[in-house]
Every structure is written in C-alpha cells, then in structure tokens.
C-alpha cells in the first residue's frame, strides 16, 4: 500500500513534488527519532515483561512528544536559513513545512509509545490489520479523487497531501491508545528498567537512521528536491526488501524480551535471519531484472535516472535488513550495546 501511494504520488506531482514529500518526511523522522529517545523501543520491553504499561509512564512519555513538537519548531522556525542551507527544509513555504514537521514529529512520539506498548502485548496482527484497512481506504480514496475527478497538480498540492498524511496519523494514535487501555497497570513507574533499556538502543537508532537516511539530506543540500524525487524512487524500490525485514524484526522484539530460554532463543533467531536472507536475495534479483525496463513506462521518463541508484543500492539493503533482525535480537536479550 505504501508502494501503490509512492506511486500515485510521482504521478500527481512530479519528482519535484515527490522530493519535498521525501524530505521533510525524513527531517520529521530524524527529529522524532532523536528527541523521542527511542521511548518506543522501551515501551515494547517493559509492555512484553510486564503484561502492560504503567500509567505513570505512560503520560509522560505522551508529554515527551508534546515536548518533542515544540522544541522541533522552535529549532526550524529560528533556524530556517541554515535548515534550508543543510537540506532539512525546501526552499518553497519553509514557515507552513517547519509546522508541518513539528506536528508530525509530536504525532510520530505518541504513536511510536502507544504502538510499541501493544506490540509488547501481542497486538501486532491487531496493529497491522488496522494499519492495512485504513490505508487502503485511504489510497482508494486518493486515487477516486486523481482519476475521478482528474485533479491537476496545481490544486492538490503537497502540502495537502502532508496534512492528510498527519490525520491519519492521529486516527492510529486513538486507535493504538483504545487498544492500550484495559492494560494500563496502576503501579509504579519502572523508569530505571525503561532509561536501561532505551537509552543504549537510542544511541544505536540514532546511527541507524542517520546511516538510512542521511543521503536525503545531503542531496538536498547539493542538488535540490528535484534530485531527492529521483533519488528516493529508487529508495522506495529498493525498501521493497526491507518490508520482509521488518516483517520479522517486529515480532522478534517482544518475543525475545518475554523469553526465558536464552539458547531457543537465538536458534530462532538464527532462523529467522537465513530465512530472510533467502526470500531478500531473490526478492534483490527480481527487482534488478523488473525494475529497469518498466520503471520509465509506470512512473514516466523524468524518473529515468532512477535505475542506476537502484541497482547500487539492493545489496546494501539486503545487509541492512538484516541488521534489523539483529537489532532486535541483541536489544530483547539486554545486549543493545553490541548493536552500537
């Protein structure tokens, strides 16, 4: 569903169009990520050992995406001018996409919180079928509006795009909290449990997004949106891997932090990384035989320059999905600062 959107997306608005969609999506994560402290991780830890979630954690960790919001503005708004010249922000309506950014950081923080509280609770297939309905509800209903209506670019914009994006965002954010809430516990809040676990994984997080995700900024800085609209379509191909990556890295998480048996543990976890090997090798093989010839005829000749990024980055990400699954084996069994 992500893909199909990716693709209506280049359709509607062009590489540039989907270069300031790109960015400002990776600058809301890269703040989220940094100032949410991985509070995410840690919830789905404490949840899975705990059957639940203390209140008294719970409410501030909401309060620390507040937090997470403001401090974002307020770090774009005064700093528009050198955000800009790093390729955190577009050059065009910098005000309206700081806003946009800080908003959706806040949102990223509670979402991140509740959704790994019921990921430790076994609620995943719950997550995901909720996830999956409301997106296809949400493309069809994009897609009415492009084909149906034949909408130009000049009237759905990105920025609309962006704010829908963020409604429906909130509607996983009171969806997640209504599944979370007849396993909130009324005792104390284990903070120690939650900074020993979070903490060493944050710092590891942070790395990890900054090595995914820093090219975005650098194109951007040195080549504009329009770059960055090329660049990530081959980006968006090549994460295609990375979906059965975190297919298995999701579950592993709370099953290895549950586990009382550390040796079935890693023959599990063993498992799961030749498995994915093998089904992230074919799937790498199939996307540089298909991808090439059919790319122009989907997404249209502007995009041509995106096979050459494409064919360099698959067997990277192969090994970078595997390094999810890995992520989440060593943080579940108390090690998180192997993964540093």
């Known amino acids: ?92 309506d910098a005000g309206f996409w700081a806003r946009y950014i800080a908003l959706a950081v806040m949102v990223s923080v509670w979402s991140g919180v509740l959704r790994g509280s019921v990921v430790g609770l076994e609620g995943l297939v719950f997550i995901n079928r909720t996830e999956a309905v409301t997106r296809l509800l ?20 990105p920025g609309h795009f962006a704010v829908a994006s963020l409604v429906i965002a909130a509607v996983f954010v009171a969806v997640y909290f209504w599944r979370l809430l007849p396993r909130l516990l009324a005792g104390p809040a284990p903070w120690s449990a939650l900074f020993a676990f979070s903490l060493p994984v944050h710092a590891t997080n942070v790395l990890h997004f900054l090595n995914h995700r820093a090219d975005v900024f650098f194109l951007s800085a040195v080549r504009g949106t329009d770059e960055v609209g090329i660049y990530t379509l081959a980006v968006s191909f090549s994460q295609l891997i990375l979906l059965v990556s975190s297919a298995f890295a999701q579950p592993l998480l709370p099953q290895v932090s549950a586990g009382t048996d550390p040796a079935a543990i890693a023959l599990t976890a063993a498992r799961i990384c030749r498995l994915y090997l093998a089904l992230s090798t074919v799937a790498a093989v199939l996307l540089a035989l298909a991808v090439p010839p059919l790319l122009p005829l989907v997404f249209g000749r502007a995009f041509g320059g995106s096979t050459l990024p494409l064919l360099i980055l698959l067997p990277g990400v192969v090994a970078f999905g595997l390094v999810n699954i890995l992520i989440s084996y060593f943080a579940g069994s108390g090690r998180g600062s192997l993964n540093f």
């Open 1 to 92: 569903l992500g893909f199909a959107l990716s693709v209506l997306i280049t359709r509607v608005y062009g590489p540039g169009g989907k270069g300031v969609l790109d960015l400002t999506a990776a600058t809301a994560g890269l703040f989220s990520l940094v100032l949410g402290c991985s509070a995410n991780t840690g919830a789905t830890h404490i949840s899975a050992q705990q059957r639940g979630l203390s209140e008294k954690l719970l409410l501030p960790l909401l309060g620390l995406g507040a937090f997470a919001g403001i401090l974002t503005w307020s770090a774009l708004r005064l700093g528009t001018a050198e955000a800009e010249h790093l390729g955190l922000l577009p050059a065009v």
């Open 138 to 157: 949400y493309v069809l209903a994009l897609l009415a509006l492009i084909l149906g209506a034949r909408v130009e670019t000049r009237i759905l914009r």
